[in-house]
Nanobody, 121 residues
């Protein structure tokens, strides 16, 4: 019943910026934790940024100082602002959430279909 939809990816030159969005829809009571991860061709998925259920923000070392994770609770939307992009940031980016539904059920690790980010000159 819950759906996640990522958007905002595209082709950008090194040093450029992109802002990814993820809209979470459905019968949601509360979103507890949000994450952005990415997967490059032939590689395993890598956790990029997290806001925990306690509000703690964590970033992978590879993106610290360049990426910013945020959320708009009223809109059930999460964002990943990516600045100073590098070719190694090229990947499919996914949003991921833990949440509670209106009927009291908990869902963990829900994720969308991803959005492609390509950093190339």
């Amino acid at each position: 019943q819950v759906q996640l939809a990522e958007s905002g990816g595209g082709l950008v030159e090194p040093g450029g910026s992109l802002r990814l969005s993820c809209v979470v829809s459905g019968s949601i009571f509360r979103i507890y934790a949000i994450r952005w991860s990415r997967q490059a061709p032939g590689k395993q998925r890598e956790l990029v940024a997290t806001i925990t259920s306690g509000g703690r923000i964590n970033y992978a070392d590879s993106v610290k100082g360049r990426f910013t994770i945020s959320r708009d609770n009223a809109k059930n939307t999460m964002y990943l602002q990516m600045d100073s992009l590098k070719p190694e940031d090229t990947a499919v980016y996914y949003c991921n959430v833990d949440l509670e539904l209106l009927d009291g059920r908990y869902e963990y690790g829900l994720w969308g279909q991803g959005t492609q980010v390509t950093v190339s000159s």
